[in-house]
């Protein structure tokens, strides 16, 4: 072929006019800084527009488009339809509202491109410090190992994966057919759908997932544990993980943790924490006896993107032991083997660590927010959001008309209308009813949970957003919509 042939069509996806770009971007960004400065002033919930539905419903693009047409129709159709957890009054199921900052991050990682996995550059070491940092949050010692991933679900599989591995080194090769007798895991009734959904992805199987009982308080029956243990070894099952919760999805339950660890000790078993939004507590002082035994765990889950206001996505896995951590994951591979010098030199693979060879750099993001803030800041939120929790769950107990469904040990409170005389098939339904006008008239967004068959309104509050004038709204809107139907 020509040389010349080639330069002609030569192309690139980079932009001809680079200015014209930069233009754009700035506007994006102004747009962007409205949008986030304005979004008080919106409705927590607005259902996309029948053309925004079907501007998702157009031919595969053949030929090149506008840059700016192509984000007018962003602005336009999808920007107006968010799920709008950034909004003060979104509690629905647990979900973070993300912060500017943490956007600007973005853009600069996004920028970078980075493949966050191996060899010598800065990308690894500043996830390497959001590590440490995680540690030292966490009460795990500083030779532990860990990883940032997208989310808790993905941060529970890759301890639980672990904890396989601990109990048998042989199903890495040989799979679970190394195993003698099935392999059991416990936790309590309340524990997340995704342990469970890793127990069945990891091939140990959903009903070898023993679901202890829970007290009035919706922490697991340590006595009852220890019961099924006990004979499921008699029976012959190989018990070899528990999986304890700091903050139960359903009401943020935490389990006895420090129990739990002796119990995983005097059998020999793995001690998992799910502390998806319940483990972040841990950075206040008063925080030190509920959460006690946390440090114990041999690994632990939780999730930047909650709790931490960190923008999706973002998590991590923390793991006591480096080496049998490695051991699960690693294996020597030609084309990625580390060297002396070079860009293919530097520390110890992520990819040796996960399942994920490329990864994003979500480090940076947590790295910049924790930098931003300080824990003074983190502290200040999280104590903030409990305090709503509690004048909530008051303003719920002085509301004839409501009902508190459970206790509020955390930042997630359940309860229902209730104006008696109802049998709980008709409650159920007229609560759901109530809770989906309080979506559709934009007021605010709690989502749902049935607590022994009972329906219920459930805030769940990682929103640093929100404001104690914010509660009383969300009271008397429901209060008002059940008075109407
Ligand atoms: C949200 C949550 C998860 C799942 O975390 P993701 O980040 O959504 O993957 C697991 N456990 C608990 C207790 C949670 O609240």
Redesign the pocket.
Known sequence: MKKEAVLTAERTLDPTNWSTLNELGHRMLDDLFYYLETTRQRPVYTRPAAAAIESMQQPLPQVPQNPSAVYDEFFKHILPFNTNNIHPRFWAW?QGGGTPFGMLADMLASGMNANVSLGDSMPMHVEKQVLDWSKEMMGFPETASGLLIS????A?ITALVVARHNANRDIKTKGLQAVKGPLTIYGSSET?N?VLKGVEVIGIGSDNFRKVPVDEDYRIRVDELKRMIVEDIAAGYHPFCIVG?A???NTGAIDPLHELSAVAKEHNLWLHV?G??GAVPNLLPEFAGTLKGLELADSLSF?F??WMYVNYEA?CVLIRDPQLHREAFASAVNYLMVHERGLSAGMDGYNNYGMELSRGFKALKIWMSLKQNGLETYRALIRQNLQQAQYLAELVQNEPLLELMAPVPLNIVCFRYNPGNQTMQELNNLNKEVLMQLHEQGIAAPSYTLLNGQYCIRTAITNHRSRLEDFEVLVNEIVRIGKEI
């Not at 989310?151 to 993905?154: C, D, K, N, V």
Request: hydrophobic share 35%; aromatic share 6%; glycine share 10%.
């Open positions: 647990v989310g808790a679900s993905l529970n997340h995704c919760n903050g139960t999805v799910d998806a939004f999730d993107h909650k998590a």
